[in-house]
Structure formats: C-alpha cells, structure tokens
C-alpha cells in the first residue's frame, strides 16, 4: 500500500501536479481511478487557492459540485484553481483536474465564513461509539482496500441501499491529511456502490456527478452513509446519501448514474 493516494510532482496556490497511487484505482478498470480521490483533490485545492487569495483561515468547504466530463487515469494529473467570489461572508473556487491534455473534472466548491450561531442551532451531542460489526473486505480495488468499513447496514455487491462507516487510512499527499469537505468527498461517491441495484458483473452505474452540501464543518475520521439508489427506465438513476459523523447528521449526498449492459467478451 501506497502512503498516500497522490505524490506531489509540483505544487502551488494555483497549480499542483501529481502522481496518481494504486490507493486511487476504481472498480471499472485498474487504470481509471475511483471518483473520490481525484474530488478530494479538488477539494484541497480550492482550500489552497481561498487561502491564498484571501488570507482568512474562518472560510470553510461545506459544499461541492463536481461534474465527470471524463474518467480520470491512474497516472499524473493537474489541479488548475481560480477564485470565482471571495466576499464578506463566503467564497466560491472552481478547480480543473486534468491529465494530458484532457480536462476530467470539474468542480466549485463553496466556502462559507464561521460564526457563532449556538443560539439558534442545537448542540452537538457526544459522539456515538464505533459500530462493534465485522470489516468487510469483498472489494478487491485499491480504493476500497485503502478504507476501513464498518456496515451497519446492507453489503458490497448486494443489492439495495446500505448503511456504512468508512474511514480512509492514508493522507490526501505526503504531509496533507484528509480533513473536512475533502474527508467527507473521498468517502460520499462510493453512495452509488455500497447501495447499488444492479448486478456488478452485469452493469455498469457509473456516476456522472457528485453533489455534496454540509450544514456544518465535518469532524473526525469516520464517515457514516445512509445511501439508496432509484432507477430510472430510461438508462439512468439517482443515488441520494445522508451523511454523517459521529456528532450526527452533517450533510447530504446526489449523484447521477449512467445505466449500461457491460460488453461480454467473444
């Protein structure tokens, strides 16, 4: 196992330039990477250009769009970051992740400046002990080696939504550890996969976008997703996902899929 699911070639409050690990492969083909990691890495990358730009530390990741306009290799890939907003009260970044000359992913990610509402919000309650439930280890993928699971809920490859804690076990980078919107991101677009409907060795659902909102900053190592997927008739469907942490419910989860036969050898 890798010690981080990218290395750094080159890295700058704009840019960055990575060497994409065997923690980052998916499970459609050893040499495509699973959607989380590269929308981590988008993530912090817009943290990156935020702070460079304004130079506040109280504005904070709590939503991302992020859009698939292409797969993204399990080679070197670029972060391109642009500061869209930056007001009083919020921020908006949008990143480029790309690889050759192939732009793969799209995302803008919302910032949103700390306050003290306690007054108006209820308190965070003690967090909830770690479910006592076997790991399941039915994933044979780098990505999904490279997490602890817990299943409260359903199981990887059967059919019908699921319940699950999911802790990643390596950092972003050398030096840059998983925190916040980025954790909750490299956990949240594998919704479409621990709920799926549809046999894996029959179809493919891949997922076209991820959508993630959070009502307040993410906190811990542990994951929780309450994920169920809907098909449509027509070649596509809709993954929707509660997230949470182990103050409780922190935020929600979307994701469109595509609907596909797979293609049969011979």
Do not use: K
């Amino acid at each position: 196992m890798s010690a981080a699911y990218f290395s750094v070639v080159e890295e700058t409050p704009l840019t960055g330039r990575y060497l994409s690990n065997p923690p980052t492969v998916g499970p459609w083909a050893d040499h495509l990477q699973h959607g989380g990691p590269p929308n981590a890495l988008a993530v912090a990358a817009a943290e990156r250009a935020v702070r460079a730009e304004t130079g506040r530390e109280d504005l904070v990741a709590l939503r991302v769009a992020a859009e698939f306009i292409g797969a993204v290799p399990v080679d070197e890939v670029r972060t391109t970051a642009r500061v869209i907003r930056a007001a009083r009260s919020a921020a908006l970044a949008e990143v480029v992740v790309s690889a050759g000359e192939r732009e793969c992913v799209h995302a803008r990610v919302w910032f949103v400046r700390t306050a003290d509402t306690s007054r108006v919000a209820p308190p965070l309650g003690e967090p909830v002990d770690l479910p006592d439930v076997a790991v399941n280890r039915d994933w044979d993928f780098g990505w999904a080696r490279s997490l602890e699971w817990r299943f409260v809920r359903g199981l990887p490859g059967a059919p019908g939504g699921s319940e699950a804690w999911a802790r990643p076990t390596l950092p972003l980078t050398d030096g840059h550890e998983l925190f916040g919107l980025a954790r909750v991101v490299m956990v949240a677009d594998s919704a479409s996969g621990i709920s799926a409907e549809l046999d894996w060795q029959e179809w493919s659902f891949v997922n076209v976008d991820l959508d993630v909102h959070l009502a307040r900053p993410f906190r811990g190592e542990w994951v929780v997703m309450d994920a169920e997927t809907h098909l449509g008739e027509d070649g596509s469907g809709l993954t929707r996902s509660t997230l949470s942490d182990r103050h409780g419910i922190v935020g929600a989860g979307l994701q469109t899929l595509v609907l596909a036969p797979l293609r049969r050898a011979g």
